[in-house]
C-alpha cells in the first residue's frame, strides 16, 4: 500500500464512521479528498475494494493496539485490565452504522471481521491463561483452551442476546464484572491479591 492510498483509507474511515457506508459514495469520497474519481479510481477499482481496504486497515491497527498493551504489561492480570480499558473505550467508539452496512451490504467483509476478532479473542484469552499459569496468578489445572473460548462465547452471546440493554452493554462495569468473574474463577491466592491491588489502584470495589 503507497502513502497516497493510506491517507485515502484513513480519510474514508473517518467518513464511514461518521456517515455509515452505504450513505458515502464514490464521489463524496473523491469530493471530500479534493481528486478526481478518476484519481480515485486509480487506487480502488471500485467501492467494495474501497470498503475492503479500510475494514483490513482497521484490523491491523486494532492488532497493532492490542498487541502493545500485551507486551507493555508487567502480568497476567495487569494484560487482561489493559484489554478490558482498550475494549471499553472501543465500545464506546463504535460506530453501529458502519457495522451495520458491512452486515446487510457486504457480508463477506463482515464474516471476515468476525472471523478475525473471534480468533484474536480466542487466542489472547488463551495465550493470557497460559502466561497466567507459568507465573503463579492462575491455577495449573484450568484447561486454557476450554476456558478462553467459554469466555469468547460468553462475550458473544452477551452481546447478542437482548438480556442486556444497550446502556448496559456499552458501560463500564458490564467489562469490568465480566473480567472480575473471569479472572476469580480462574486465578490462585496469588492472582486474587493481584486482582485486588489493580481493583485498589482503580479504585474498583
Known amino acids: 500500500m503507497n502513502p497516497e492510498q493510506l491517507e485515502i483509507i484513513n480519510r474514508v474511515k473517518e467518513m464511514y464512521f461518521r456517515y455509515g457506508i452505504k450513505s458515502v459514495t464514490m464521489d463524496d469520497v473523491a469530493r471530500e479528498l479534493s481528486i478526481s474519481k478518476k484519481t480515485l479510481y486509480q487506487h480502488f477499482s471500485d467501492k467494495e475494494q474501497l470498503v475492503d481496504a479500510v475494514v483490513d486497515q482497521l484490523l491491523i491497527e486494532k492488532i497493532d493496539i492490542v498487541d502493545g ?3 507493555g504489561c508487567s502480568d497476567a492480570i495487569s ?16 460506530s453501529y452504522a458502519m457495522e451495520n452496512d458491512l452486515r446487510k451490504y ?8 468476525m472471523s478475525v476478532k473471534r480468533e484474536r479473542i480466542f487466542r489472547i ?3 493470557n491463561i497460559e502466561r497466567g499459569q507459568q507465573t503463579g496468578y492462575y ?9 478462553a473460548k467459554t ?3 460468553r462475550f458473544e452471546s452477551s452481546m447478542e ?7 448496559e452493554l456499552l458501560s463500564q462495569d458490564f467489562f469490568t464484572e465480566m473480567l472480575i468473574y473471569h479472572v476469580r474463577g480462574i486465578a490462585t491466592a496469588k492472582g486474587i491479591k493481584r486482582l485486588e491491588e489493580i481493583l485498589a489502584e482503580l479504585e474498583i470495589k
Open 161 to 167: 442476546s437482548c438480556i442486556f440493554t444497550c446502556e
Open 125 to 127: 484469552g488463551k495465550e
Open 151 to 153: 469466555s469468547l462465547m
Open 139 to 147: 491455577r495449573p489445572e484450568v484447561n486454557a483452551e476450554m476456558i
Open 79 to 94: 494484560e487482561m485490565f489493559a484489554i478490558h480499558q482498550f475494549m471499553d473505550k472501543m465500545s464506546r467508539d463504535h
Open 106 to 113: 457486504y457480508p463477506a467483509l463482515f464474516n471476515k471481521i
Open 69 to 71: 498493551l500485551i507486551s
